[in-house]
């Protein structure tokens, strides 16, 4: 029979991959742990082995200017996985790109083509200077941009090439480690919400990452981005990545209630760290702002987006939760596949234990779901698009936003 979401599923012909994050000690954002040392390399292998196991496809390292190293992190996990690739979060200012090219082809070698680059040109001047980059925003997507041609120029050339750009000057520059498999590149993705995050994620990455908005916004951004693709002459497009924090239980009830106590203790948390509370003022990215802005319109958006875990955190980071029991999530997934989100990254707050759920619960029933699609597709009529169901939790009827009263 064919369900509500009866589209195929995949588009651009890529399959739908989740995403999610391995970390690098047992501290989380409700629960830290201080006295934790900052790496623990067992807890480390742990995560990323559970990660291979309950069928993630990938898990991104983040960069921030204080944490832990995401290359030498990327590469312990790729030796203690089988297929879970390893996406590299990468600030042009901390790494020459020709650098960049050499140590992201060996992962992509020592790995067997499962090295992935992500890219940040950088969200807050404050965090750039803290380790000595002063470019303003819009070089620093100038710089981002030069950034990623080198790369390719440095996995294709077979002979040694010059560049001459406003950020970069390379002379003779020549490179023998290739990607896997005679590759000719390795994933490039950017992550981004302001124009110049469009135009160079939408002419040149091979990904675009997003944070979870509501699909109205959602669909305005790829809109946005596939634009910028054509714009440049692609035949191609990227592909989408789009992010949550899903909170889930086995009845909507339980989930609500956990929903309710996760904000809690990350409202307490905020309001003792200046940095990220509300009070630390408009973030300077424009992903950030989106959301703040979003949040405005209603704490529950669409099937079960739900802002208060936005607000709460000033929206530092991804931070919008998708609220209920699996199937509710699941469902909520399939809406943004049908967008066209083919990459789904998922991380909760309690990080292993809610990996290990999302690998029990969440990832089977997406793949069970689009398998069936798969079988239906092609025997069956297209349906007109179904408009979500909300489903709304006991005290929250006043805050529903509705999607069409936007
Ligand atoms: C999926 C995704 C992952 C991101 N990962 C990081 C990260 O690891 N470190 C970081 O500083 N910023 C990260 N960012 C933030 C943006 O890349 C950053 O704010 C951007 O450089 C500027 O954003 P803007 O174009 O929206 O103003 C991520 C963004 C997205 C959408």
């Known amino acids: 029979m064919l369900t509500k979401h009866s589209k195929p599923s995949t588009l651009n012909n890529m399959p739908v991959e989740f995403i999610s994050l391995a970390f690098p000690n047992a501290s989380t954002e409700?629960?830290?742990?201080?006295?934790?040392?900052?790496?623990?390399?067992d807890f480390l292998k742990r995560y990323a082995r559970n990660l291979d196991d309950?069928?993630?496809?990938?898990?991104?390292?983040?960069y921030d200017s204080g944490g832990a190293d995401p290359w030498t992190m990327g590469a312990t996990i790729a030796a203690v996985t089988n297929n879970l690739k390893v996406i590299i979060a990468l600030r042009p200012n901390t790494v020459s790109p020709t650098v960049a090219a050499k140590s992201l082809a060996t992962l992509d070698q020592l790995s067997r083509g499962r090295a992935v680059v992500h890219f940040i040109a950088g969200g807050s001047d404050q965090e750039q200077a803290r380790e000595g980059d002063f470019l303003s925003k819009d070089d620093r997507y100038g710089r981002l941009e030069e950034y990623i041609k080198i790369l390719r120029r440095a996995w294709l050339s077979s002979e040694p090439f010059d560049f001459d750009g406003r950020f970069y000057t390379i002379?003779?520059?020549?490179?023998?480690?290739?990607?896997?498999?005679?590759?000719?590149?390795?994933?490039?993705?950017?992550?981004?919400?302001?124009p110049e995050a469009y135009r160079i994620g939408g002419s040149l990455a091979d990904i675009f990452g997003l944070w979870g908005e509501p699909l109205k916004e959602t669909k305005e951004q790829i809109d946005r981005i596939y634009a910028e693709a054509a714009k440049a002459g692609r035949t191609d497009r990227p592909r989408i990545w789009v992010?949550?924090?899903?909170?889930?239980?086995?009845?909507?009830?339980l989930a609500w209630e956990k929903a309710h106590k996760t904000l809690d203790a990350l409202s307490a948390k905020t309001q003792l760290t200046p940095k990220i509370s509300p009070a630390s003022g408009t973030p300077q990215n424009v992903g950030s702002q989106r959301l703040l802005e979003i949040a405005k319109k209603g704490a529950v958006q669409d099937r079960a987006l739900w802002y208060p875990t936005v607000t709460a955190t000033n929206a530092r980071g991804a931070s919008t939760a998708l609220v209920g029991s699996p199937q509710t999530v699941i469902d909520?997934?399939?809406?943004?596949?049908?967008?066209?989100?083919?990459?789904i990254s998922i991380r909760g707050y309690d990080n292993l234990n809610d990996a290990i759920d999302y690998g029990r619960y969440i990832l089977p029933g997406v793949r069970a779901a689009l398998k069936e699609r798969e079988q239906t597709v092609g025997n069956a009529p297209q349906s007109e698009p179904v408009v979500p169901e909300m489903v709304v939790p006991k005290g929250n009827e006043e805050v529903v936003h509705s999607r069409d009263s936007s």
């Open 30 to 41: 409700l629960h830290p742990l201080p006295n934790e040392p900052a790496v623990d390399a």
């Open 54 to 62: 309950y069928g993630f496809d990938y898990t991104l390292q983040p």
């Open 171 to 194: 002379k003779g520059h020549s490179n023998r480690v290739r990607p896997y498999g005679g590759r000719k590149s390795i994933p490039i993705s950017v992550g981004g919400s302001s």
């Open 243 to 253: 992010t949550f924090r899903p909170i889930v239980a086995e009845t909507e009830e």
């Open 332 to 343: 909520s997934i399939l809406d943004y596949v049908d967008l066209g989100c083919d990459l």
